[in-house]
């Protein structure tokens, strides 16, 4: 498993995006935390790239914890593996996480830190005239498609109704040029995060995205696991961060690095 280590000394590199989060830290007796991200991918938030993790997540966590001296390793495993062993302490953080009630019951989750636009892809092939979807109950009673262990409460779907036998996005796009999914459900900027990143065109061969009706976008946190010591100092410690760094323009400057 690759694995990227995020320290001090790497501040330098995000230099481009402005300064660095100033004011007063927040005190952390840790000097080290581990972190996961989605296996599948998730660009342009996490990815591998040259044999480590990047991504605008990773520069976050190294803008935010960097100053303060401790180092940060991400980690990629598998999506359902990052949660439940966040969960059981294994990782101190569960990077780009969206909002359900079981989360927030069993993790500390931070103030978001982007949003995302949910969308619903289908193959012009399947459906050369398209599909009559007005509102999301459309959705609802069509054969809908989406990762494993995946949260699509977002949406606004009925999340207890999506297929989530996938394991990878290609794996959903042939499910649903093959027919056996009517839609699958993504958002837009992963599937055009991973074009820039990596070259991969989910889009390409007849597949055509379309923004769910009636929603303006899916918030995303960072999952704290409850079994650190120190939980809600980083919690506090992230919140100020993203805080600052909203307001200063240095969130959105990091993500323009990677889509423009």
Request: proline share 3%; hydrophobic share 35%.
């Amino acid at each position: 498993m690759k694995i990227a280590t995020l320290s001090a000394t790497a501040i330098a590199a995000t230099a481009l995006t402005g300064s660095l989060l100033s004011g007063p830290a927040l005190a952390l007796e840790t000097s080290s935390l581990k972190a996961c991200g989605d296996g599948a991918g998730w660009p342009p938030y996490t990815f591998e790239k040259g044999g480590q993790v990047q991504g605008y997540d990773v520069d976050v966590l190294d803008a935010i914890f960097g100053k303060e001296g401790v180092d940060v390793s991400v980690e990629m495993p598998p999506w359902k593996r990052c949660v439940l062993q966040t969960k059981a302490g294994s990782y101190d953080i569960a990077l780009s996480a969206s909002f359900n009630e079981e989360r927030d019951r069993d993790f500390l989750l931070t103030e978001y830190y982007y949003t995302l636009q949910p969308s619903y892809i289908y193959s012009t092939t399947q459906h050369p005239n398209g599909l009559q979807v007005n509102s999301v109950s459309d959705l609802n009673n069509l054969r809908m498609c989406g990762l494993l262990g995946y949260n699509y409460t977002g949406f606004g779907v009925d999340d207890s109704k999506v297929r989530k036998s996938a394991k990878s996005f290609e794996q959903l796009v042939q499910k649903t040029e093959a027919g056996r999914c009517d839609v699958f459900l993504a958002r837009y900027e992963i599937l055009a995060g991973f074009k820039v990143a990596q070259g991969i065109d989910y889009l390409a061969d007849n597949m055509k995205a379309v923004a769910v009706p009636g929603n303006s976008g899916d918030k995303f946190y960072m999952m704290i696991s409850r079994e650190h010591p120190e939980a809600n100092e980083i919690k506090a410690t992230l919140d100020a961060g993203f805080k600052e760094m909203r307001e200063s323009g240095q969130l959105q400057a990091m993500l323009d690095e990677y889509l423009n």
